[in-house]
């Protein structure tokens, strides 16, 4: 028997440059996914590596970053919005236009109702009932803005992933 040089097993594969989702650091990451790539299409992601070409990590992932397909397959992943209505025990599967909508009316419902505007005859412009957990994995640009938004609706409690 002749020996014989096997098909590359990622050559058919789409390559695609991303950044890892676990922290501030924002290594490259390629994900290479099969699939026939027709609109509306969902491939699969088959491997994940370091980025050689990438300033930052260099081709080299940590062990977060290195899990990541187990990640992506994890049975466990939310992949879309689940709702419980009050008093069931049940989850249901909802849209993301009614999640998100449901989210910002009871924020809103919230905000409107615990709103502190003054202290006295000090301007305080507070809201104390609610708080906001921050992604670590973000830029300062990202970050910047995620506090000044949660600041601009006078959140006072604020924190970050990367701290807990």
Not at 13 to 42: F, H, Q
Not at 140 to 149: C, Q, R
Request: aromatic share 8%.
């Amino acid at each position: 028997m002749a020996a014989a040089v096997r098909p590359f097993k990622l050559a058919q594969m789409r390559e695609t440059r991303n950044t890892c989702p676990y922290c501030s650091v924002a290594c490259g990451v390629i994900l290479y996914s099969l699939g026939d790539r027709s609109k509306n299409a969902r491939s699969s992601v088959m491997h994940i590596e370091g980025d050689p070409d990438h300033p930052i990590n260099r081709g080299t992932l940590c062990p977060k970053g290195s899990a990541l397909l187990d990640f992506v397959h994890a049975e466990t992943r939310t992949k879309y919005p689940l709702h419980r209505a009050p008093g069931s025990s049940e989850f249901k599967r909802v849209s993301w236009d009614f999640a998100l909508d449901r989210i910002a009316k009871l924020m809103k419902e919230d905000r409107d109702k615990n709103f502190v505007a003054k202290n006295g005859d000090l301007t305080v412009n507070r809201w104390t009932t609610t708080g906001f957990l921050a992604a670590s994995a973000t830029t300062n640009e990202t970050a910047w803005l995620t506090y000044k938004t949660v600041r601009s609706m006078g959140a006072l409690v604020f924190d970050n992933q990367a701290r807990v």
